[in-house]
């Protein structure tokens, strides 16, 4: 196989890893004034500004590979959903504290799997941005997995609330450490890590997590989502609309 | 300032001169804080050109105030007479809040901001903080409210001695 990776192929890998903190950033953010608490108020904006911080450094690089003269706002407000390489489970829609909790915990546990892995990448860019975004990471994982357990090991209501939000979330679960193409060409460049050794290792730590939280562990469901291929649920044009609608408005404006 | 130069310029001079331009950046968040204080200031060389290159790391990814000081140190450096140095973003190794200096902790706790307790040169400083002091009374008897705050770098805590909230540059 040859190490040098072909260059279409760098920029979607890249694209996938920036949309995926781009879109999950977006809807972290629609929570401020509306959380439960201040406290948590606080805590969601600020996990959406890392989030939105490591898609700035992504998307940049990735405009670069991509050689078009597309800078990261270009690739954040100009793409229409289609364009958009993001994990199908972080478009998901907030629902209540709990929802947007569960669909935190499990992405924190993807993207700690995947940027520790990432800061022994040939690619030394991404390197350093993995190994950034990883110490923020281990900080998310901590809140999202804190209040996992305390949610599923609280009351009775909180329980069934949050195993209602894991047992429809799951099954967007398949996706996070199914290789394509993409996946497979980059880790045989040295450039991203093999998917399938990561997923045991997440695994691990969702049971252990869930444990603490006693919450149950949903049946595998393989069905296919393939955001990261462009194909999305509704909910992503919905989001789209609202963040993009400045720019699409008033093409060019500058704050 | 005064005009006449008192000995011939040098590269050492020139970086000397650059660094001590940079010690009068504040923190747009923490302005008590210069930009040297918080550790983010990589290095000031003489780059392969003979420019001056100084080199910033942002503290978390997303910091707001990452553009600022970069338009703010860029302003200090016109100003200062080195219109010509590059500014550099540095990613790694990626910043620590070990790098804080001696002088920008003590610079912190007067400012009422509890310094990062604990070294964080192993992962247990995230999982495991040490007692936080109150910044004000200097009593160790604190609770965490939040381990977010009002920006990024901080969370938020409460002395129960004085009862005074307060906030705790995190370990990163």
């Known amino acids: ?255 | 300032m005064s005009a006449a130069v008192a000995s011939p310029p040098s590269p050492e001079r020139d970086e000397q001169r650059v660094w001590e331009l940079l010690g009068g950046v504040p923190d747009p968040e923490i302005p008590v804080l210069s930009i040297v204080d918080l550790g983010i200031v990589r290095y000031v060389r003489h780059g392969a050109g003979g420019c001056l290159e100084v080199g910033l790391t942002p503290t978390y990814s997303g910091c707001p105030a990452t553009a600022v000081i970069r338009r703010t140190v860029r302003a200090a450096l016109d100003a200062g007479g080195c219109a010509d140095a590059i500014i550099e973003e540095v990613l790694s190794p990626p910043w620590t809040s070990d790098w804080l200096t001696p002088q920008g902790r003590e610079k912190l706790r007067a400012y009422g901001i509890a310094p990062p307790e604990e070294a964080v040169a192993s992962p247990r400083g995230l999982w495991q903080p040490a007692a936080v002091s109150c910044p004000r009374c200097g009593s160790g008897a604190t609770e965490r409210v939040s381990e977010f705050g009002s920006t990024p770098c901080k969370a938020h805590y409460r002395c129960t001695a004085c009862r005074e909230p307060f906030d705790y540059f995190k370990c990163l």
């Not at chain 1, 996946?183 to 991203?192: N, P, Q």
């Not at chain 1, 969702?206 to 291929?229: C, I, S």
């Open chain 1, 1 to 255: 196989m040859s190490a040098t990776p072909a260059p279409e192929a760098h920029y979607r890998y890249v694209l996938r890893l920036g949309d995926t903190s781009l879109v999950l950033g977006q809807r972290l953010s629609e929570w401020i004034g509306h959380a439960p608490e201040l406290e948590e108020d606080l805590a969601l904006a600020n996990l959406s500004l890392d989030l939105i911080g490591q898609a700035r450094l992504l998307l940049t690089y990735a405009g670069e590979l991509e050689g078009r003269g597309r800078d990261e706002d270009a690739l954040a407000f100009l793409r229409d959903a289609p364009e958009f390489a993001n994990l199908t489970l972080a478009e998901q829609p907030n629902g209540d504290f709990g929802r947007t909790i569960v669909r935190q915990w499990l992405i924190d546990g993807w993207q700690l799997e995947v940027y520790q892995a990432l800061t022994g990448s040939s690619d030394t860019r991404l390197a350093a941005i993995a190994a950034k975004a990883l110490k923020e990471t281990r900080y998310h994982h901590r809140f999202s997995s804190g209040w996992l357990a305390r949610l599923g090991d609280g009351t009775e209501q909180s329980h069934h609330r949050v195993q209602s939000s894991l047992d429809e979330l799951w099954r967007f679960t398949a996706e996070l450490f199914s290789p394509d193409e993409i996946d497979e060409s980059m880790c045989a460049a040295g450039i991203a890590p093999a998917l399938t050794e990561l997923a045991p290792r997440w695994s691990a730590r969702v049971d252990a997590d869930l444990a603490a939280a006693t919450l149950r562990r949903p049946p595998a469901q393989p069905y296919p989502w393939h955001g990261k291929r462009g194909v999305h649920t509704e909910y992503l044009g919905h989001m789209l609309g609202e963040m993009q609608h400045l720019q699409r408005t008033y093409p060019g404006a500058r704050w």
